[in-house]
């Protein structure tokens, strides 16, 4: 913070003037340099502007200041009424980000060099950074270098990210005290960097799973009350030396790929998270025909669970819509057809074979196949300029 400067507005110059001496005595400074400051306009140090307006209103007063360090000329746009962009690279460098005030530099690690390029642009556009301090390097994990001080001021002491290696952190009060939009954003930051989507490409009925995974336990319970706060249902375990936050129903994916999925910029998450609702949405809408095998399944279903409540709650495990007991009553009658999906499942769950109650079931994953590309899940439009 004392290689680091800050031009004042007209008022703060007054303000300044007026405390000029006691400036000069608290910091053993020549009063004549504070008066030069205060004629000629000059920017101050950071720590005596802390030291005149206090800490309490330090983050408000400086959204939108140039910050720059003792040398520099054009500085660095401080903000911190932070937008959904800041958020998603606040998430991402908490998970794939360095921080490193003895070099002056944030470091950004990623395996797509195009990614890096986007999350460059990003930086760029939104901290007002000159070019030139932005190092792009491609090997076989490629690297994005922020020569700042001012920026890794501002991500290490006004958004709290911690510098060097990470032990035990905290999600940035910045984000816990936004909206709905920002969390979105910073989950999405925080998926690109240490999330997965697992699809399975052959077997169309496996169930599908969507994790995010960190050392920290305090960081991973904060992202576990952020997805709370979204109103998705996620569960946190350790596994393997790393905390583990998965979401497994079908519903609650939904739910990331239409609230979070907007912002991800890394294009293979959300392609997969494309093919997972495709396939899952394919085989919700091909409907079973009635008859006495089904609906003896759907009755064995009903005693193996122990009554059609908790049928009910086994089968919207698996639809991205719950139903009603109404309904499923409809598919025991007959009345109504069931999802493919919902018989799959409950073979699996009797250890039955699929062909004894569906005899073309080649044909019809075949089908589900063909109506996967666009009829299924709309793409969702990129909220950031690329």
Same mark, same amino acid.
């Given at each position: ?5 800050? !031009? ?32 000629? *306009? ?22 939108? &200041? *140039? ?16 937008? !959904?962009?800041?958020?998603? /690279? ?14 002056? #530099?944030?470091?950004?690690? +990623? ?5 890096? #390029? ?73 998926? $690109?960097? $240490? ?12 169930? !599908? ?7 920290? *336990?305090?960081?991973?319970? $904060?992202? /576990?009350?952020? /997805? ?26 939904? *739910? ?5 999925? !907007? ?6 998450? &959300?392609?997969?998270?494309? +093919?997972?609702?495709?396939? &899952? &949405? ?34 919207? /495990? ?34 039955? $074979? ?33």
């Amino acid at each position: 913070m004392h290689s680091l400067y800050l !031009p004042l507005k007209d008022k703060e110059y007054s303000v300044l003037a007026a405390n000029k001496k006691y400036i000069a005595h608290k910091f053993s400074l020549d009063l004549e340099v504070v008066s030069r400051w205060v004629r000629e *306009k000059k920017s101050i140090p950071l720590y005596i502007f802390k030291d005149l307006f206090g800490h309490k209103k330090l983050l408000d007063l400086l959204d939108k &200041r *140039k910050i720059h360090a003792a040398r520099g000329r054009k500085g660095v746009l401080c903000r911190t009424n932070i937008n !959904p962009e800041i958020a998603y /690279l606040i998430g991402l460098v908490c998970t794939d980000g360095y921080l490193s005030r003895k070099h002056q #530099k944030i470091q950004i690690t +990623q395996k797509n060099y195009a990614f890096l #390029k986007l999350v460059a642009k990003l930086i760029e556009r939104n901290f007002k950074i000159q070019r030139n301090t932005i190092t792009l390097e491609k090997t076989g994990v490629s690297k994005l270098y922020v020569y700042s001080l001012p920026l890794e001021f501002i991500f290490s002491k006004l958004y709290n990210i911690p510098e060097g290696k990470k032990g035990e952190f905290q999600v940035p009060t910045i984000i816990k005290n936004n909206n709905i939009e920002i969390v979105a954003a910073f989950l999405a930051g925080v998926f $690109d960097g $240490d999330g997965s989507v697992s699809v399975n490409d052959k077997e169309y009925f496996e169930r !599908p799973k969507v994790g995010i995974f960190g050392a920290s *336990k305090e960081f991973m319970l $904060d992202c /576990l009350n952020l /997805l709370k706060y979204l109103k998705i249902e996620a569960h946190l375990y350790f596994s393997k030396g790393v905390w583990r936050i998965n979401v497994n129903k079908i519903e609650d994916i939904s *739910k990331i790929f239409f609230i979070i999925a !907007p912002y991800i910029l890394l294009e293979r998450k &959300r392609e997969r998270f494309r +093919q997972l609702l495709a396939q &899952r &949405r394919c085989l919700e809408l091909i409907r079973v025909p009635y008859s006495h095998k089904i609906k003896s399944l759907l009755k064995k279903a009903w005693k193996k669970l122990g009554g059609r409540k908790y049928l009910l709650k086994f089968i919207n /495990l698996y639809l991205t819509k719950k139903i009603k007991l109404s309904t499923l009553s409809d598919w025991v009658c007959g009345r109504y057809p069931a999802p493919l999906i919902v018989i799959i499942k409950l073979c699996d769950l009797l250890e039955k $074979d699929i062909l004894d109650y569906i005899p073309n079931y080649q044909s019809v994953v075949l089908l589900a196949q063909k109506l996967i590309p666009n009829k299924c899940i709309k793409e969702v439009r990129k909220p950031f300029k690329g």
